[in-house]
């Protein structure tokens, strides 16, 4: 009769893990499918919930081979880990990142007194796969590329129902995933919408992989407001040097309404997904930004940056510097449409030149602009373009 009076979340999933193991009764609506189909892969793999997880490391060679394949990956983890780790700090969570099979190759740091399992699951080269560790948020994400939380007794092995942990995909410029983010609580569940907050640096963790992988891309910024051009929430695009759209994250894809699924296939071309010619994006530069009409009507504020081979040059987006805009009949800050083709390039005046036919021609361009600029001083230009001078000498042979 006790089981009649359960009163929390918690308690009510505790009930229906019994029922399901010992009874075969299904836990409808009272855990996610998510964490059903889990415990269901886990059965059809003979694991007996009762056993005691052991978090063991795969191989060192292993383990060192994970870290070198996903040094993109990694590299942008540590640009976030430590604010990740000072904004969890006094939630008594800890964060982790694993590759896509599921190895730990980074963890913030977790020495609390409470803690039994974290210190021993959160070491580099542990394996969180959902065949050795069972039901766990990192699991499921890689199957289902959602994110992902698992509470207290959603976990499979009762030895791990102390943690409760949420987890993100990570998707590379091919829409793959590249990793997992996962913020675990030993103990304590969250007092947090902890979906949330991992979601928001899987976000800015995914950015800076995808803008890493861009190897002579156009990298497209885009946003309703020009404060979040640098935030998670930017919409992102690569443009290639025929002008084809090779990537785009998922707040480009909320953007300009196209489907948010992973599928980076046949995105199209930026002059017709943006109404914006990609010369005219490729031929300015600078570290502005402007404003630009999407074809939903969405007013945006647009920043371009071209990579070229390990150096990365800012560039102005299409158009004037931002101006203050007129309020319309609603209210809203409006501007009239931007005519691209009588946009104002902000750069020093030069001889006429055809319009560049690709990324590397307007490369080229603004090579050769640079070198008039600094009066032929190729050492001068690349300070200035902040290269070096052998990729000066390799875009321009006649120097």
Known sequence: MKELFVNTQAER??????????EGQLPTGVVSDAV??????????????????????????????????????????????????AVLGSTNCSALLTDPTGVLIGATCSARANESITPIAHRIGVNFSEELVGTTAPGIVVRTGQIACVRGAEHFFESVNA?????????????????????????????????TVVGFYASSIENRLLIAQSAEHLIVRFQISPAMLD?????????????????????AAR??????????????????????????LASSRGDTHSLLRLPNGLLVHVRCELQVRGAQQQMFALGKPTQDLP???????????????QAEILVA??????????LRDADVDLIARTLKECGGNVSAAARKLRVSRGLIYRRMPSI
């Open 163 to 195: 943690m409760h942990c949420a987890a993100a995909p990570i998707r590379d410029i091919h829409g793959k995933i590249a990793g997992v983010l996962d913020i675990s609580s030993e103990g304590m569940p969250f007092n947090f919408d902890a979906a």
């Open 231 to 251: 935030t998670p929430m930017a919409g992102l695009m690569g443009v290639d040097m025929q002008g084809r759209i090779v990537w785009r994250n998922p707040a």
């Open 255 to 280: 953007l300009l309404g196209m489907s948010q699924d992973s599928d980076q296939s046949g995105l199209g071309r930026v002059d017709e997904i943006l109404q914006s010619s990609f010369s005219e």
């Open 349 to 358: 005046p030069v001889v006429e030149s055809t319009e560049p036919a690709s």
């Open 327 to 341: 309020p319309s009949d609603g209210g809203a800050a409006l501007a009239p449409p931007i005519d691209v083709a």
């Open 13 to 22: 999933v505790a009930v229906a893990r019994q029922r399901y193991f010992e």
């Open 36 to 85: 059903f189909q889990s415990w269901a892969r886990c059965q059809r793999n003979a694991h007996d919930p009762r056993a005691k997880v052991e978090f063991q490391p795969v191989t060192a060679s292993r383990a060192q081979l994970a870290l070198q394949k996903n040094r993109l990956l990694h590299s942008a983890w540590q640009n976030e880990a430590a604010e990740l780790d």
